[in-house]
């Protein structure tokens, strides 16, 4: 029987990274849902549709195709209509527009057997906004991970800086703070821990230290 791990937290609190690396240390397949709306984020973009689009985001769904594919390394792909997008959903623009997009219903719905199917048949770590409340409410161990709206900005202005982007500070800090209002008050699934998950800061902590936190928790639980 296949173990399923969820990770749950607000933009920037280093769930991806912190669940991949997790996984690869126990030999788990990391799933990033957040991926997941970002490509359906990015195919709205593409069609010039906004946030408010609703209507219009639902009808473009049955002509797209989101997949979840993993390289040689065990390294997560996102393809949108056999395209891999992996790099190009990761800018700001698109994570708000994830944000917007994932409140819709039927975008979530279209979504869930998805993640459910890959946590049936395979020991996964999935990180997200809601798989300890709502996708995989059966999961053996749930986290929500956080840390203060400061550190979370600091952490995603230091790596969009990284690839090059110009982006300043106070931008990043407003988008975090705007996401984390938008995630926790949406009607669906908002941000929230589910009543039985572990809550865990990482405010001022180091991915090391970050990564052996969770890793103890996960194997006492395991």
């Known amino acids: 029987m296949s173990i399923a791990i969820a990770i749950d937290g607000p933009a920037g609190a280093g769930k991806s990274t912190i669940a991949r690396l ?14 997941l709306y970002r490509a359906i984020g990015l195919a709205a973009s593409r069609r ?5 689009d609703k ?3 639902v009808a473009m769904l049955p002509g797209i195709k989101v997949e979840l594919a993993f390289n040689e390394n065990h ?19 698109i994570s708000m527009m ?13 979504l869930l057997d998805l993640q459910r199917d890959m946590a049936h048949t395979n020991n996964v770590i999935m990180d997200g906004r809601d798989i300890g409340t709502v996708v995989l409410p059966d999961a053996k161990i749930k986290i929500f991970l956080s840390a203060s709206p400061e550190c979370r900005a600091r952490r995603r202005y230091d790596e969009l ?10 931008d990043v800090l407003k988008d975090v703070i705007a996401r984390d209002y938008a995630d926790s008050h949406r009607d669906i699934a908002p ?8 809550l865990v800061d990482t405010s001022g902590e180091d991915l090391d230290t970050s990564v052996n936190k969770l890793l103890n928790i996960m194997r006492e639980h395991l």
């Open 75 to 93: 390294e997560q792909i996102v393809l949108l209509d056999k395209e891999n997008v992996s790099g190009l959903i990761r800018t700001p623009e």
């Open 161 to 170: 800086v990284e690839k090059g982007m110009d982006v300043r500070f106070d």
């Open 48 to 52: 010039g549709l906004s946030a408010e």
């Open 22 to 35: 997790t996984a690869k240390e126990l030999g788990f397949i990391y799933v990033d849902t957040g991926a």
């Open 55 to 57: 209507d219009a985001i």
């Open 191 to 198: 941000l929230k821990p589910a009543d039985d998950a572990i």
């Open 98 to 110: 994830a944000s917007a997009v994932s409140a819709i219903p039927q975008v979530r719905a279209y």
